[in-house]
C-alpha cells in the first residue's frame, strides 16, 4: 500500500462521525488546511472561493468544492476515502448549496455546526447568512483528541522529516562561517531542507549572537563573528504534509564562558524532559521536569516559553508541553522538547527533537548529539 491509503482511511471518517454525534455538533465544516487534509488527504489551499468538506453527524461525508478545483480534489487521497465530491461553478452561491445538503442530511432545525479551527470570517458569514439559526462549535473539539494520537502511518512520515532535517544539520558546516550573514546562512539551509527529502521549507532561525536571546528570531543582515554561539531551528514538510522541526546551537570559534555557563544545564534540562515522556503522564509534568533543571540551575528566568508542542500536519499542534496542559500522554503522540536559555544581549541557546510517546517510554525521532557543534 502507498503512504496516502495507509494515512487516509474510511475508517477515520467514521471514527470522526462518532465523535460528532458524541460532542453534540450535528455537522463538521472544514475550510482547507491541516484538518482537511488529516481527513481526506486532500491539501486545498483557502481562497474566496468556498472549499468545504460536510461531515454530518449521521450521513454521508461531502466535499464541495469549486468546480474548476474538482479535477485536483479528485486526483487526492479523497476519493479513496469514501467522500463524495459536489461541485460549483463561478457565479453560484455555494453557500445555498452548503444549506441545503445540511437540510437533507441534518434537518432544518437548529444546526450546531463544527467550523475548521482556521475558517476565513468570511466563509462563516456565508454560512451564518445561509444557515438560519447555524450556531459555532470548533471542529477541534472532536478533531484534536484524534489528530493528538499519530498512527503507525503518521509516525513514519514524522520519522522521515526528522531524518531529513537531522541531514540538513549535519551540514552546517558547509555554510555557517565568519562574515557570512544570518540571511545567507539561511538561503543556503533552506535549499538543503529541500534536496533533503522535504518538498516545502517551514522556517529556518540563523541566531547569531545577541539574536540567539530572541526565540523567534527569523533571520537579519547580521555579519556572523567569530566566538559567536548561533541558534538554527529549522524546519520542513514532506510530500505527504508531515513537519520536522529541529533544533541546535552552533559556534564558529570558541564558545564564551558565559555560554559555557549555562549550556551544560541547559543538555540536562533537555535530557530531563526526554525521559519524563511515558503514557500515563501530564504533558504539563514534562514541562516542570524539563523546566526544574533549568531553574535548579539558576537559569529559569532565562527559559521564557513552553517546553514543546505537538507536531503533525500542522508545525504547532496539541498537545502542548505547557503548565496548565493535563493532556495526559499516549503512546503515538508526538511533540517537540525544546527548553532555552535566552541571555539578553549576550547569546542564547536552544535544544529541540522531535519524540514520540510510546507503550514503554519515549523514542527521539531527531537523534544528533545535544553538545554544542564548534565549526
Ligand atoms: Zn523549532
Ligand atoms: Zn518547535
Known sequence: MDAATTLYTSERIAAVRASTAAAGIDALVITPGAELRYLTGYDAHASERLTALV???????????????????ASSPLPGTGVGIVDFGDGVNPYALLASFLDEHVGSGRRVIGAAERMWASHWHGIEAAVPSASLAMAATVLSPLRMVKSAAEVAELTRAAEAIDRVHTRMGEWLRPGRTEREVAADIKAAIVE???????????????????????????VIESGQPVVVDIGGVVDTGYGSDCTRTYCVGQTPADFNDYYGALRAAHQAGVDAVRPGVTASSVDAATRAVLTDAGYGEFFTHRTGHGIGLDGHEAPYIVDGDDTVLAPGMAFSIEPGVYIPGRHGARIEDIVVCTETGVTRLDTLPTEVTIL
Open 55 to 73: 461531515v454530518p453527524a449521521e450521513g454521508p461525508a461531502t466535499l464541495i468544492v469549486p468546480r474548476l478545483e474538482r479535477p485536483l480534489a
Open 196 to 222: 533533503e527529502g522535504h518538498t516545502a521549507v517551514s522556517f529556518a532561525i540563523v541566531a547569531a549572537g545577541p539574536n540567539g536571546a530572541s526565540p523567534h528570531h527569523g533571520v537579519s543582515d547580521a
